[in-house]
């Protein structure tokens, strides 16, 4: 069964550094999704792209937050520097087309930051 | 602006037993309506969802929720929860077809032997 992958799925680092989280969603789908879930919360949206193309990015902080999704394939979460703030997990979730349909979401990436 | 409220944050029913989450929102319209379930350490897991249609759903493992109107609800029930349904589990809802999925914060379910 396709599955959205994600790495490392666990992540510690310092404030001040930088890190990288990557998403390969399932083959064929168009649109991908970063998700911040704090401890105790439910997801929340950061970046919403179709294909290549970022279709919502308001919640996305964007002075330490970056995504990118080069070849509409696979894309990067990066945050540069860190805040001990950003301690969180990170989900990744794909779906066929834009528009409301089913997500499907990775395993995530758990960050901590010390 | 849309909201989900799960009430409960934490529920613990003996195995066997049968269950209800609790979920509310707040729209004018008719939302579409999710239930998802998080495994610890693990992504999220669509249960079930309601578009439009017959207002009870049923969904994957035993799981059904029934959407009413009057009360804005989508309650989750199950009639005999098992040990591997320790969970946590979200309610949500997207207001239109090209909106943003807004999840709850979630009812973490402890399972008693």
């Known amino acids: 069964e396709a599955e959205v992958a994600q790495s490392p799925r666990y992540k510690i680092t310092e404030k001040s550094q930088a890190v990288a989280f990557w998403c390969d969603p399932i083959?064929?789908?168009?649109?991908l999704y970063w998700y911040r879930q704090i401890l105790g919360q439910g997801p929340e949206l950061l970046v919403q792209?179709?294909?290549?193309?970022?279709?919502?990015d308001s919640q996305l902080p964007k002075d330490r937050f970056s995504a990118e999704r080069l070849k509409g394939v696979d894309s990067t979460l990066k945050i540069q520097p860190a805040e001990l703030g950003d301690s969180a997990m990170y989900l990744c979730?794909?779906?066929?087309?834009?528009?409301?349909?089913?997500?499907?979401f990775g395993p995530g990436t758990r960050l901590t930051v010390l | 602006a849309q909201s989900v409220t799960q009430p409960d944050i934490h529920i613990t029913v003996s195995e066997g037993a049968s269950l209800e989450l609790r979920c509310n929102y707040s729209?004018?319209?008719?939302?579409?309506l999710f239930w998802y379930v998080q495994s610890p350490g693990q992504g999220l897991q669509l249960l079930l969802k309601?578009?439009?249609?017959?207002?009870l759903v049923q969904g994957i493992k035993g799981f059904e929720a029934e959407f009413k109107r009057s009360q804005s609800s989508f309650n989750l029930r199950k009639p005999s929860v098992h040990w591997s349904d320790a969970a946590e589990y979200f309610c949500a809802v997207v207001t239109n077809r090209d909106d943003k999925i807004i999840f709850g914060k979630g009812t973490r379910l402890h399972i008693l032997p």
């Open positions: 309601y578009f439009s249609g017959d207002t």
């Open positions: 979730a794909s779906s066929l087309v834009e528009g409301y349909n089913e997500q499907f």
């Open positions: 083959s064929g789908h168009a649109t």
């Open positions: 729209y004018g319209a008719t939302p579409y």
């Open positions: 792209f179709q294909d290549e193309s970022v279709v919502d």
